[in-house]
């Protein structure tokens, strides 16, 4: 509870700050004047809820996100596993990937529309591209970083190249692809929303766009807010889903060093042993009990 309290604490501390910033108009290095104040974007936000067309480019923006997302999540696990596993496929897909992979894919929005028949088709390939390369790599890396001994296991148990994929390289390599998704989902919001403002029709992207241009700064925020919490919402679900499908890996969990330590509990006083004299003659075959178990320590 109290994690959840410093949390929700942290967030309004930020409304509270932004709101004294703009409604005092203070302008000190950065124009907090021309900023709309949090009571104004909650009202701009109100009244979108109550029309239809914000909840027509939500419907529109999730539409193409999830399309994409799911589209590079199958395309990018699969090219991964097959470059990491395969030197012909790295030799004839590794150069074309690596060169391609720095092009942004905001910068593909001219191809989109040279190559699809449609804006929503376009779209639809710049988001799914902005996360296939994260998902690539990432995937690439976990497979890469496998022990060699599991594949090996299975072999010996007779298992062939189908059983060592299903048992050994997807299961192990689930914590890198999952990390590649993560970061993919970010990255789709990030090229969905500039997508759809260049040549969307509807979105969330292109809504805020002429927000921006009839100059309806709360309506602007309104739109930032909504792509901020649509996207923490994939992320969440994006990293709740790997939690449940590598809940067999082992987990650390923050404890405090306090917590941590444990007072050292007294060991009873045990009766002395008397001492017995250097003259004293050990029993038949004791030095030669004590000597195998000397010889068995040290090895």
């Known amino acids: 509870m109290t994690r959840y309290a410093l949390r929700v604490a ?14 005092q108009d203070i302008d000190l290095w950065l124009r907090f004047s021309q900023f709309p104040t949090v009571t104004d974007v909650v009202h701009a936000f109100t009244g979108r809820l109550a029309g239809s067309d914000y909840w027509t480019d939500l419907t529109d923006s999730l539409t193409r996100i999830l399309t994409g997302f799911l589209l590079a999540a199958v395309l990018g696990v699969g090219a991964g596993v097959l470059v990491a596993r395969s030197r012909l496929a790295e030799d004839l897909l590794g150069p074309v990937l690596e060169v ?87 990255v789709s919001w990030i090229c969905v929303i500039s997508a759809e ?57 923050y404890v405090p060093a306090t917590a941590r330590a444990k007072p050292a509990r007294a060991k009873p006083a045990r009766a002395a042993t008397p001492a017995r004299p250097a003259h004293a003659a050990a029993p038949a075959g004791h030095d030669t009990e004590e000597a195998r178990d000397e010889h068995l320590v040290r090895d």
Request: aromatic fraction near 10%; glycine fraction near 14%.
């Open 10 to 23: 942290s967030l309004g501390i930020a409304l509270g700050l932004w709101q004294l910033l703009t409604s």
């Open 100 to 186: 391609v992979r720095p092009v942004p894919a905001i910068a593909l929005v001219p191809v989109a529309i040279l190559l699809f028949p449609s804006n929503e088709q376009g779209i639809v390939f710049i988001t799914c591209t902005a996360a296939f390369f994260p998902v690539l790599v990432s995937t690439r890396h976990a497979v890469r970083a496998l022990a060699p001994v599991w594949e090996e296991a299975v072999r010996t148990m007779g298992g062939g190249r189908w059983r060592v994929l299903g048992s050994v390289v997807l299961p192990g390599a689930l914590p890198g692809v999952f990390g590649g998704l993560s970061v993919g989902i970010g």
């Open 197 to 253: 403002m260049i040549s969307g029709q509807y979105g969330v992207g292109y809504r805020t766009w002429q927000d921006y241009t009839v100059v309806d700064y709360p309506g602007v925020f309104v739109g930032m807010v909504t792509i901020g919490v649509l996207g923490w919402l994939t992320s969440t679900a994006v990293e709740l889903l790997g939690r449940r499908l590598t809940r067999w890996l082992p987990r650390t969990s």
